[in-house]
């Protein structure tokens, strides 16, 4: 199998900036991109070659990865003209590990076959922290063959790397999580509300109920940030807003009714309408009249 050495990576943020820096440390060639240099700074200074555009960064790479913001971003990234599928060399594996819509994924594997680019989508859980000490999870989407040739690459960010089938196969199982963490994350967020107003002592409900059956990642990795004051956000709620509006789009299209998904997503709108959106998503607890 040939082996993979060079790597574009576009959108060094929260998220991609500490998976850089594991693809550096693993001995990867990484070149950088994004629409702001100055985030990019640090891996510079680290030998990571910075490039002025999309397609730049895309040229001469045996892999390229992106992780930025929305479908818009994704689309334009790969889609527009002297973008990734226009100046990639042919045979170059195309990564979107964005969380972003199916349908944009399947568009972007049938623009990539034309050019003979291999194209998965490969969106991830896990959170900063899992960015951080790459532990992510990893949803795949596309040609089984380019999963098991990109494998190397996704070891070095993730522990728990699944092929899930099919382009688009990767963006509708990250949805399905997002479903799944909205419920917990307001779930929690709800429970302290419950215990304030019980006149409970906060922190003594936490050491109970974070080790009890109600216990999930949301509340023991983001909620308790929040009660401990730590509101620096890791997750945005307009990243989350973003997913779970994907969520209901395509869950009508399917045919299925997610009551507490739009439930959660129309707090959420409200919250980026109070200008909240690139809050973490323990700011929420705020909402809910808890947290410091
Ligand atoms: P972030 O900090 O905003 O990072 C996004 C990066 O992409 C920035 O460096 C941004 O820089 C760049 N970017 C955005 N649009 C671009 C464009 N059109 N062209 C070039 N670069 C662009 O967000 P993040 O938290 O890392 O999240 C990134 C993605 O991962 C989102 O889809 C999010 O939902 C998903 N995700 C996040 C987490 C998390 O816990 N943070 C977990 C799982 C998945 P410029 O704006 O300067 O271009």
Same mark, same amino acid.
């Given at each position: 199998?040939?082996?993979?050495? %060079?790597?574009? +990576?576009? *959108?060094?943020?929260?998220? *991609?900036?500490?998976?850089?820096?594991?693809?550096?440390?693993?001995?990867?060639?990484? #070149?950088?991109?994004?629409?702001?240099?100055?985030?990019?700074?640090?891996?510079?200074?680290?030998?990571?070659?910075?490039?002025?555009?999309?397609?730049?960064?895309?040229?001469?790479?045996?892999?390229?990865?992106?992780?930025?913001?929305?479908?818009?971003?994704?689309?334009?990234?790969?889609?527009?003209? *002297? =973008?990734?599928?226009?100046? @990639?060399?042919?045979?170059?594996?195309?990564?979107?590990?964005?969380?972003?819509?199916?349908?944009?994924?399947? /568009?972007?594997?049938?623009?990539? /076959?034309?050019? &003979?680019?291999? @194209?998965?989508?490969?969106?991830?859980?896990?959170?900063?922290?899992?960015?951080?000490?790459?532990?992510?999870?990893?949803?795949? $989407?596309?040609?089984?063959?380019? +999963?098991?040739?990109?494998?190397?690459? +996704?070891?070095?960010? $993730?522990? &728990?790397?699944?092929?899930?089938?099919?382009?688009?196969?990767?963006?509708?199982?990250?949805?399905?999580?997002?479903?799944?963490?909205? =419920?917990?994350?307001? =779930?929690?967020?709800?429970?302290?509300?419950?215990? %304030?107003?019980?006149?409970?002592?906060?922190? %003594?409900?936490?050491?109970?109920?974070? %080790?009890?059956?109600? #216990?999930?990642?949301?509340?023991?990795?983001?909620?308790?940030?929040?009660? &401990?004051?730590?509101? &620096?956000?890791?997750?945005?709620?307009?990243?989350?807003?973003?997913?779970? @509006?994907?969520?209901?789009?395509? #869950?009508?299209?399917?045919? /299925?009714?997610?009551?507490?998904?739009?439930?959660?997503?129309?707090?959420?709108?409200?919250?980026?309408?109070?200008?909240? $959106?690139?809050?973490?998503?323990?700011?929420?607890?705020?909402?809910?009249?808890?947290?410091?």
């Amino acid at each position: 199998m040939r082996k993979l050495k %060079k790597i574009g +990576f576009i *959108g060094t943020g929260i998220m *991609g900036s500490a998976m850089v820096g594991h693809l550096m440390d693993a001995g990867f060639e990484v #070149s950088v991109y994004n629409r702001t240099k100055s985030k990019a700074e640090k891996l510079i200074e680290r030998g990571a070659r910075w490039c002025e555009t999309a397609g730049e960064c895309a040229k001469n790479q045996d892999v390229v990865i992106t992780i930025v913001g929305y479908p818009k971003d994704v689309e334009q990234v790969y889609l527009s003209d *002297g =973008g990734i599928i226009d100046s @990639a060399a042919a045979d170059t594996y195309l990564v979107d590990m964005t969380t972003s819509s199916p349908t944009v994924a399947e /568009k972007i594997y049938k623009a990539a /076959k034309l050019k &003979n680019l291999n @194209a998965v989508d490969a969106p991830v859980t896990g959170g900063d922290t899992g960015a951080k000490n790459a532990t992510l999870t990893i949803f795949v $989407g596309g040609d089984e063959e380019s +999963f098991n040739a990109l494998k190397p690459v +996704f070891e070095v960010l $993730g522990k &728990n790397i699944v092929y899930e089938g099919a382009a688009g196969s990767g963006q509708k199982t990250k949805i399905a999580n997002q479903i799944a963490l909205a =419920g917990s994350l307001v =779930g929690a967020c709800e429970a302290f509300a419950y215990a %304030k107003s019980a006149g409970l002592d906060i922190e %003594k409900v936490y050491a109970a109920i974070s %080790k009890g059956s109600a #216990s999930s990642t949301q509340m023991t990795d983001i909620v308790s940030r929040g009660l &401990n004051g730590n509101f &620096n956000p890791g997750f945005m709620l307009k990243h989350l807003a973003k997913d779970l @509006a994907i969520g209901v789009e395509t #869950s009508t299209t399917y045919g /299925k009714t997610l009551p507490i998904l739009s439930m959660v997503l129309h707090e959420l709108r409200k919250m980026e309408e109070d200008g909240k $959106g690139a809050e973490g998503t323990q700011a929420l607890l705020k909402y809910y009249g808890v947290g410091r």
